[in-house]
């Protein structure tokens, strides 16, 4: 580990951890300060949905092009792009002037975020493999849960000590020194592009620019319906979402008979492998950002707690997982599959405990009894969220590395994008009724709403763990057929299982 080569590994991977951190602190932080900034701005309950999904629902637009261009020119560019994007568009969130301009800023920032993100899943995938792969993208989720930690404890810390008209302006304006520190960096450390497509394959390099917009045209459609609730408009929406969806799937497939290559990889969609694992991805996210919403703003809102108290009930589950995903990657070599099954029923019951005390308990005793219950679920999301990413970007066709990452945020964001405004809602409606049991009831509709996406993760999760149990009874029985002794015990074959996995 003393070579000029693993000295470039680690200076690359500590760019990436860097990157990641501030992107994820921005998104902990600003959750806690939708309240103020909603009154700072005078903001409507419409402005104040958009602001809380723009980010995300920007983010996954960005998502999957980004990665298909970064397979192409290299990540060195769309890295140095997206991260200069993202620190410019805080500075103009923390100049807006109205809540317009917050979306804006917010929509860019998104965009700068989702263009750097596939790029540090893709350097890392490129970079590492096998156990070290495993190493690597613990390290990133670590860098998550560092940023779930530190978030809202800086954003509360922020807005209680300070005005918080102005506080929330600071949040914004803090990533622009961290973006001139980046950018000097990644253009030190990061190898230049290779110019060229890695898939040494027929299809010539291009970028699907029509199966870009499509696909963003799905994502906002789909949207549309959670903000503005039932009507004409959420039918309408829902209506040219499922057009744009066909005409997406259409157009995939004839521009791949075109010779060129699409957005969607045809080996990536078949793999089973990767899309159970994208859906465990896409519902685990949403459970995490519709927690966070929901919390912040029951405590905020509906109990009247400062914004500091309230940071203080959402740190110790960011702790939790903090410390699950430092050794997250041996919990994958060891139980693979199985183990994330398992660790997802523990957040489910998390949930469950969680809305519980909140019915039945009332202030700080609640407070203090959903920081405790949070400090295990946050081990449970830490066990779930690396191991996931490890073995479900393991099935990634060679040369699609940044597309399969592409794919398997957008997911993650979609759900954000939707959860978040989902939460934002539910607790808006209880605000008009300026009740303290309509804050519980919309506790409680945002305790089912993600105990339903937990249970479709459970059901993804235990597909996926049977058919790792069937290939490896059809590898075994190979090996007796060829005449070689074949693994003897369940444990064992679990283990090699999972390593298989994380050395793919």
Request: hydrophobic content about 55%; overall charge positive.
């Amino acid at each position: 580990m003393n070579g000029p080569g693993n000295h470039a590994k680690r200076s690359a991977l500590w760019l990436c951890l860097g990157a990641g951190f501030i992107t994820l602190l921005d998104q902990s932080m600003f959750v806690l300060a939708v309240p103020a900034m909603s009154a700072s701005l005078h903001a409507d309950s419409g402005s104040v949905q958009w602001i809380l999904a723009s980010y995300s629902l920007a983010f996954g637009v960005a998502l999957v092009p980004a990665g298909r261009l970064g397979d192409i020119v290299g990540r060195r560019t769309l890295f140095i792009a997206g991260i200069a994007v993202f620190g410019a568009s805080s500075l103009l969130g923390g100049l807006a002037a109205d809540p317009s301009l917050v979306i804006i800023a917010r929509l860019l920032q998104g965009l700068g975020a989702g263009t750097l993100n596939p790029q540090v899943l893709g350097l890392l995938q490129d970079v590492y493999s096998g156990p070290d792969r495993a190493k690597a993208l613990g390290a990133y989720a670590a860098a998550g849960g560092s940023a779930a930690v530190c978030g809202p404890l800086i954003g509360g810390l922020v807005l209680s000590l300070g005005d918080p008209s102005i506080g929330w302006r600071i949040l914004f304006l803090a990533n622009v020194p961290l973006v001139l520190v980046l950018v000097p960096l990644a253009f030190r450390l990061l190898p230049r592009p290779a110019g060229k497509d890695p898939r040494n394959g027929t299809a010539k390099p291009s970028i699907d620019i029509l199966g870009a917009l499509l696909l963003g045209g799905v994502v906002i459609a789909s949207l549309i319906p959670t903000i503005y609730g039932a009507g004409t408009i959420a039918v309408t929406s829902l209506a040219i979402g499922g057009g744009a969806l066909l005409a997406f799937a259409g157009w995939e497939i004839l521009y791949h008979r075109r010779g060129r290559t699409p957005l969607i990889s045809a080996a990536l969609m078949k793999s089973r492998g990767y899309a159970l694992g994208t859906v465990v991805a896409l519902c685990q996210f949403g459970v995490g950002a519709g927690m966070a919403a929901v919390t912040a703003f029951y405590f905020l809102a509906g109990s009247g707690m400062a914004p500091l108290a309230a940071a203080a009930i959402l740190a110790p589950q960011a702790a939790g997982m903090l410390l699950a995903s430092s050794f997250s990657w041996r919990f994958v070599a060891r139980y693979g599959r199985g183990g994330i099954v398992f660790a997802l029923v523990g957040s489910l019951a998390c949930l469950v405990a969680k809305d519980l005390f909140v019915q039945g308990l009332d202030g700080g005793t609640a407070a203090l009894a959903v920081a405790a219950v949070g400090l295990f679920q946050g081990v449970a999301t830490g066990l779930v969220v690396a191991p996931n990413q490890t073995l479900t970007l393991a099935h990634a066709p060679v040369g699609a590395a940044g597309v399969a990452a592409g794919f398997y945020q957008l997911s993650q964001r979609f759900a954000a994008a939707l959860c978040s405004a989902a939460a934002a809602g539910m607790f808006l409606d209880a605000h008009r009724a300026a009740t303290g049991e309509a804050s519980k009831d919309a506790f409680h509709q945002g305790i089912v709403m993600c105990c339903i996406l937990l249970g479709v993760a459970l059901l993804a999760g235990g597909l996926d763990w049977l058919r790792e149990a069937r290939d490896r009874r059809n590898r075994n029985a190979a090996v007796v057929t060829s005449g070689k002794e074949a693994p003897t015990t369940a444990a064992g074959t679990q283990r090699s299982e999972a390593t298989e996995a994380v050395d793919a």
